[in-house]
Each structure stands twice: as C-alpha cells, then as structure tokens.
C-alpha cells in the first residue's frame, strides 16, 4: 500500500505518468467509465471490498427504484479490488466472483467496473472519499451501507466508528463536530 511505503526522497511539481499499471482485471479510467455511461441519467453508485452477498445485490437493486432515482437509473457496481491485508480475499478473487454475478444476472440497469484502490478502513471521511472518486466516475448518487469503511481498534477491539457514522457524516455534507 502506498501510505506504508515511505522513502527517502519525495517527488513535487509536475507529474506525467509514464504508463497504466498493468493489473490481472481490467480497470477502465474515469473517463472510459462515464463515456459508457447512459448521458441525463441518474448513475448510482454501489461500492464495496468484499464479495456481493444478497443483501448488497438487493440494496442496490432497490436504490434504483428509490424516490430520489430518477426514472431509468441505472446502478454502476463499482467494488474496489485493489491489494489487501494478508487475511482478506484477494482482489483478483473478487474480480471473478463479480464477473460471475454480473454473467448471472445480466441486468441492463447495472453497470460494473472495477477500481484498483485499497480501502483505508477511515470511516465517514473515507466514505467521503468515495464518493468524490465515483462523482469522477459520472455517478450521481453514492449507495452508503452500514459500517463503510469501520475499523476496530488493535487494542480493545471495539469498533472506532458507529455502524452508521458514515451515512450521518455525510448526509451533513461531511461538516460537523464528533468523528467526521
């Protein structure tokens, strides 16, 4: 993970990237996503780190229906696959159990891609994150479930954040006193 490598000299100014890190599962950019987005439509987006169990398929079959989806919404299923801690499934296992839900159901409202990012395990500012990363995907809505981004603490255990910390954090637009 980048933030734990830490080096001697650092690098400032302008940037050009020489090349795309190749990865074993595709990863479109930003703007190859939104080009394949339907254009005046309402883009949800779902994000997550593990497998898609039937509780996530379900809440974001649902969201797109909501009150605030407008009429023809689609979902684009935007898990993050990239490197993980030694005891997590691995990111091109996940690739494939997705790519095996996305065959399965074969929903013209999803959209699927995925996002070569690690999660952080921050919280409600994390979850602010994302949602600022799928906004640059051409999503309008960003699906917040329960325990984004939780951590425990090493020591007691206890979780750090409230299981829904992160949706209150952001229905306040990220601004307020406590954990956010």
Not at 149 to 165: Q, R, V
Request: aromatic share 8%; proline share 7%; with cysteine.
């Amino acid at each position: 993970m980048v933030a734990m490598e830490r080096g001697k000299f650092y690098m400032g100014g302008k940037v050009q990237g020489l090349a795309l890190p190749t990865r074993v599962f595709p990863c479109a950019s930003p703007a190859e996503v939104r080009a394949a987005l339907p254009k005046d439509t309402d883009v949800l987006a779902f994000q997550c780190r593990n497998p898609i169990h039937r509780a996530h398929y379900e809440l974001f079959i649902r969201a797109l229906d909501a009150p605030n989806a407008g009429p023809g919404a689609v979902c684009l299923v935007h898990p993050t696959c990239g490197p993980t801690q030694d005891d997590d499934i691995p990111g091109v296992v996940r690739f494939h159990t997705y790519e095996v839900l996305k065959n399965e159901v074969a929903n013209p409202r999803l959209r699927w891609a995925y996002l070569p990012y690690s999660m952080h395990m921050a919280g409600p500012r994390e979850a602010i994150q994302h949602m600022i990363i799928r906004k640059n995907y051409g999503c309008t809505h960003f699906i917040i479930g329960r325990d984004m981004a939780g951590c425990k603490s090493s020591i007691s255990g206890e979780d750090f954040y409230g299981a829904y910390d992160a949706q209150v954090c952001t229905a306040r637009g990220g601004r307020g006193s406590g954990r956010c």
